[in-house]
């Protein structure tokens, strides 16, 4: 196998490593490349790791990651932010929703790269000291779960959607809603979800 | 003693009402945790290499350059050089690595190499005299098929003793057989059967014809019939697709002890798959679960993967390796229902009497073939004639899935009978219901069932002779399908506490598939107690506690109802014992409600719970209530109605279905908003398979086509209409008990909306799912057939 990678060949463990760059502060670990493109000086980063910085629900994240890294893996894998959930991997059934910027995304389909000095807003802020955000108490009330796997990427993505049509129509509700799958069939509740916050008869 | 039966009405406080589940706010809030988000420090990532054949075997591995990389922990050879892979996407090489990117990468490295084999997926109807002549030994895979699709007994040991078997009977198979429920008899046969090495690489016909069953006179029926229809229907492989892809995390705290938690809908029923896989004690193995993301018959063992994932941590000393299923992995390899399709022929008297059934089906569940679907469904018609050949392809291997063959047997018979409904110039609601006799204990029911559902429907504003004569494309119709299930409670062991500060806890090995098991138990065990729900801590999940059956064929319910109900009442034997001094009262006379055990003649004469149990002195009381046990707390057997109102659109053939009806029995509701979400769910499962579902696979290659969720399309919110749920809950249903629910409703809603779609346009689409493209070829043979 290969040598516990934990250790680099000074012999000192990345642990460690990391806690002495940390000392220097902002400076990067793996300064990106320059290359032209265009006419215009671009950095690229990787192959390797390069040293990513993230704002999560309102909280400053730092990580070693490699260009190719999903912010979804980000957030699940390092942060440990594991409400948003990988069922697809590629951006068909809204399980990952996150909010970037304050719109809805795919967070299966955005790379952590890309992401940073971006506000990034997960299912994990939406409620507060264990007080459920409105829209939460709803899906409780209305039955809108089963197994709740695709549940905190549908809530995210009807936070997003109630925020932006305040008084939804029923072609609204169908339209933006249609990309977030369910499996145990639980758009009934999801519907009275929205009708019950939009304040209109839906469903 | 207690008398072990269900409160009566107006003594329930919480069973049978509208509850929310208890574990909604940690769902809603992204803190439920899944085996998938399971995240230890330290933790490894797994990946495997799968066979991109669908039919091959290895004829070399080299891992050299992947066992050299870095950050690659541990590299496990799954199946080794020589063996036989049947279907695309089997795992063949397991990697661990510090991250998933570096995994991938190890996966990439690795060099396999095969011998390609000549592949069928092809699930097309046989060729006459397919598959006929004596059937030569056994394989494993003929013996799983027979004991997993409840071939009887009788029939299996008769196999065993003609035929003989390809592989060598052990005592770890037997055991293991055994451990599965599979008789003594079975066994004994097994044991007893003639062993025909050689036969297991002589190449085998692709289909396996059944034995034809015959009952009653079926020449006579059909000689004395006044009218005939005949036709061909089918669904056919469609995939589990549960959210949370099949997997686990696994470690080893010391050398012998395994810890995993895997994502699984029978958590008391890992320990064993382990052990006997890795060779140590199940009592080494502990499985822990919290939540499950789906499973829907699909999750019952570690399988292949499992099993990997365990020993790569071993081989990285112990450390924590996870892995879980990538989703193309998932469609390709983690289960599918077996394809079913028939030709039918059935015959009525000019009434609409059913006299005569004739059947020839098939269909395929993977390598092993697959079991016959119950038909005719529902109707007992006196005179039939079945055969079933079961078509062996490079498809993945079949699992169950939620109500095993019967959404398919439903789809088979209902159609059939709505052809001959139009035949007949009946309403088919007129003409189920003149059939109902036939329908076994279950007619009843049924009786109150099918003018409720007609009603909730709208059919008779609704209903029209088939083919909608109004203006335009778009053309609307209404069909109906019926369906029925056991769904007996499995063996279930509820220990529960009683402390003496008053807190009470429940410790059970069940899990909860998000059909809101917690809750339910919550609610036998309060209701019972007389205190809130919120006072009591459950556990589940964890092999820690008292084995309990696997969620599987609509049986948690009624087992885990069962076992807290027989629980509670005990424990509430004993405390009376110790408080009726103190009330100088009778342990009979006493009684617990509203948070207080009192006089049942003279509620004042009371204490409060805490104050009762403070009597208990210093140690907690504990039992153990158990299912099965004393007492008629479950039952079995239940029947359903579904009703379906489409508009197909015959410019472009899309069908869209406005309305669904689901009225439905299962005995006493726990929980009513649950038992609801059920069938809601279940409406929309079914119009997912109804209309969208389908495994394709590529005759030429053998790949699976659409293994993602573009092209394998589940329904989403834009597709469903207007549902409408009924359950029965009158007091004739409850006294029979708690009977499961799961299953059920999703056996109707295929056939009930192909029935819809005939009523709609005027000619039969033979084959689920539902399809623009399949829509358009049946308008298109009843135009030249009309021409
Ligand atoms: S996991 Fe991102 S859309 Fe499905
Ligand atoms: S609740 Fe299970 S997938 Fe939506």
Same mark, same amino acid.
């Given at each position: 196998m290969a040598d516990d990678d934990e250790k680099t060949s000074s012999g000192v463990s990345r642990r460690e490593f990391l806690k002495i760059s940390g000392i220097a502060a902002a400076v990067p670990l793996v300064a990106p490349q320059m290359v032209e493109a265009a006419g215009e000086k671009v950095p690229v980063y990787g192959p390797g790791k390069a040293p990513m910085s993230f704002t999560i629900n309102g909280k400053r994240y730092s990580a070693q990651l490699e260009p190719r890294v999903t912010l979804l893996d980000a957030l699940r894998d390092q942060f440990d932010l594991t409400g948003s959930k990988r069922v697809c991997d590629r951006a068909e059934c809204g399980a990952c929703t996150v909010l970037l910027n304050n719109k809805p995304v795919y967070a299966c389909t955005v790379l952590a790269i890309e992401a940073q000095h971006q506000p990034i807003t997960t299912?994990?802020?939406?409620?507060?000291g264990g007080k459920l955000h409105p829209i939460q108490a709803a899906f409780v009330q209305h039955d809108a779960q089963q197994c709740g796997f695709c549940t905190p990427g549908f809530v995210m993505a009807c936070k997003s959607f109630l925020d932006q049509h305040p008084h939804a129509t029923e072609e609204q509700i169908r339209y933006h809603l249609n990309g977030n799958l369910c499996r145990c069939g639980t758009y009934k509740g999801i519907r009275e979800v929205i009708a019950q916050m939009s304040g209109t008869k839906g469903a | 003693m207690a008398e072990y039966k269900w409160p009566a009405p107006a003594e329930r406080t919480l069973i049978g009402k509208r509850i929310s589940r208890v574990d909604g706010a940690v769902k809603v809030s992204g803190h439920a945790k899944y085996s998938y988000d399971y995240n230890p420090k330290g933790l490894l990532f797994g990946k495997v290499l799968r066979c991109p054949h669908a039919h091959a075997r290895v004829t070399s591995i080299d891992t050299s350059a992947a066992e050299k990389m870095a950050g690659i922990k541990a590299v496990q050879i799954v199946q080794k050089p020589g063996t036989e892979v049947l279907w695309q996407g089997d795992d063949i090489v397991a990697v661990a690595a510090v991250d998933e990117p570096t995994a991938e990468d190890a996966i990439r490295a690795i060099q396999v190499k095969y011998e390609v084999l000549p592949h069928n997926v092809s699930d097309a109807e046989p060729p006459a005299g397919a598959g006929e002549g004596p059937a030569g030994p056994m394989t494993e895979d003929d013996l799983e098929n027979a004991l997993g699709n409840q071939v009887p007994d009788a029939q299996v040991i008769s196999d065993l003793q003609k035929r003989g078997v390809t592989f060598q009977v052990t005592d770890d198979m037997t055991k293991e057989l055994k451990g599965y429920g599979v008789s003594d008899a079975v066994i004994n046969a097994l044991k007893a059967a003639a062993y025909h090495p050689e036969a297991a690489s002589q190449p085998r016909s692709p289909y396996q014809k059944m034995a034809a069953q015959t009952q009653g006179d079926p020449d006579k029926g059909f000689a004395s019939a006044e009218v005939t229809s005949e036709g061909v229907y089918g669904a056919p492989v469609i995939t589990h697709c549960c959210l949370e892809t099949h997997g686990s995390a696994a470690e080893w705290p010391s050398s012998d002890h395994l810890l995993v938690h895997c994502s699984t809908q029978g958590v008391s029923g890992l320990p064993d798959q382990y052990a006997q896989a890795l060779k140590i004690p199940a009592g080494n193995v502990r499985a822990h679960q919290?939540?499950? /993301?789906? /499973?829907? /018959?699909?999750?019952f063992s570690p399988d292949r993967w499992g099993i990997a994932t365990a020993q790569l941590s071993k081989s990285a000393g112990g450390k924590p390796v996870k892995y879980m299923l990538e989703r193309d992995s998932e469609l390709m390899t983690a289960g599918a229902r077996p394809s079913a399709y028939a030709r039918v022929k059935v015959a009525a008297k000019g009434d609409g009497t059913l006299v005569a059934w004739q059947s020839d089906s098939w269909g395929t569940g993977g390598p092993a073939g697959a079991g016959s679907p *119950? @038909? *005719?469904?529902?109707?007992?018609? *006196?005179n039939q004639r079945k055969q079933h050949t079961a078509v062996r392809t490079n498809q993945g291997p079949a699992r169950a899935w939620r109500a095993p063959n019967h959404p398919q047997a439903a789809v088979i018979t209902m159609c059939a009978l709505d052809d001959l409904a139009h035949k007949l110039n009946m309403d088919p609601v007129e003409f189920f219901a003149k059939n109902l006799?036939?329908?076994?204990?279950r007619a009843p029911i049924y009786k109150e069932e099918l003018p409720l559902a007609a009603e909730l429907m709208g059919w008779k504003q609704k209903w029209h002779p088939r083919g909608d004569k109004s203006e335009g494309p778009i053309k609307r119709g209404v069909g109906l399908s019926m369906h029925t299930w056991g769904g007996r409670g499995h063996a279930s062991n509820c220990l529960l506490s009683i402390h003496p500060d008053g807190s009470v806890d429940i410790k059970m090995g069940s899990q909860d598939l998000g059909t809101g098991t917690r809750t339910a138990i919550l609610i036998v065990a309060a209701d019972s107690l007389g205190i809130p729900m919120n006072a009591i801590t459950l556990n589940i999940g964890d092999t820690m506690y008292p084995p309990d059956g696997g969620s599987? /064929?609509?049986?948690t319910i009624g087992g885990v109802s069962s076992s807290t109900r027989r629980a509670a009442l005990m424990a509430l034997d004993q405390l009376f014992a110790k408080v009726a001094p103190a009330l100088k009262a009778q342990p009979a006379d006493l009684e617990a409600r509203d948070g207080t055990v009192r006089v049942k003649s003279e509620p004042s004469r009371s204490l409060s719970w805490k104050q009762a149990c403070a009597k208990l002195g210093a140690m907690p009381l504990s039992v153990t209530g158990k299912n099965p046990g004393p007492g008629n707390l479950i039952n079995s057997g239940v029947g359903g109605v579904g009703m379906a109102d489409v508009s197909v659109d015959t410019e472009t053939g899309i069908v869209k279905v406005n309305k669904m009806v689901a009225v439905q029995d299962c005995g006493l509701v726990i929980n009513l908003k649950t038992a609801e979400s059920q069938c809601y769910g279940a409406l929309i499962m079914g119009i997912s398979y109804a209309l969208y579902e389908e495994k394709v696979l590529d005759p030429v290659t053998g790949r699976m086509l659409n293994p993602n969720m573009e092209f394998y399309r589940l329904a989403g919110l834009r597709d469903i209409p207007e549902l409408m749920v009924h359950m029965m809950t009158d007091p004739l249903n409850e006294n029979r008990g708690v009977i499961g629910l799961g299953e059920p409703p999703v056996i109707s809603p295929g056939a009930a909306i192909s029935n819809a779609v005939a009523n709609a346009?005027?000619?039969?689409? *033979?084959?689920?799912? @539902?399809t623009p493209d399949r829509v358009l070829a049946a308008l298109e043979q009843q135009q030249k057939a009309g021409a």
């Open positions: 299912i994990e802020s939406l409620s507060q | 919290d939540h499950i /993301g789906g /499973g829907f /018959g699909s999750k *119950p @038909l *005719p469904y529902v109707f007992e018609i *006196p006799d036939m329908t076994g204990p599987g /064929g609509s049986t346009i005027g000619v039969r689409v *033979p084959f689920l799912p @539902l």
